[in-house]
Nanobody
Framework: VQLVESGGQEVQAGGSLRLSCAASGFTFSRYEMGWFRQAPGKERELLAVISRDGSNNYYAGSVKDRFTISRDNAKNMVYLQMDSLRPEDTAVYYC??????????????????WGQGTQVTVSS
């Protein structure tokens, strides 16, 4: 299993970024996918989850209505569109895959594999 994130960079507050995650080594369409983030000195936080066919999503309250998760099962890609970015969104962002095809991705304990992370910095 390999997950490779890209798209992280420094952006001004109020701006937008789109993170991408390229997945390989497993049958992508059979697994829930998610995005987490970890800020310095804080625990890793679940941000968004997308169902296997993309029809259902979950968002943490801190990013609901600002972030959008999506996936392309034909390309084995998952995305996180981030709008109205705030300085408190500064963190390393991680792509994650559920540990089994029948697992709902709701916590770190549900994760099978992680990407290496991509840094997002929001300046005020």
């Amino acid at each position: 299993v390999q997950l490779v994130e890209s798209g992280g960079q420094e952006v001004q507050a109020g701006g937008s970024l789109r993170l991408s995650c390229a997945a390989s080594g497993f049958t992508f369409s059979r697994y829930e996918m998610g995005w987490f983030r970890q800020a310095p000195g804080k625990e890793r936080e679940l941000l968004a989850v997308i169902s296997r066919d993309g029809s259902n999503n979950y968002y943490a309250g801190s990013v609901k209505d600002r972030f959008t998760i999506s996936r392309d099962n034909a390309k084995n890609m998952v995305y996180l569109q981030m709008d109205s970015l705030r300085p408190e969104d500064t963190a390393v962002y991680y792509c994650a895959v559920a540990r089994a095809t029948d697992v709902a991705l709701r916590a770190q304990s549900d994760v099978g594999s992680w990407g290496q992370g991509t840094q997002v910095t929001v300046s005020s």
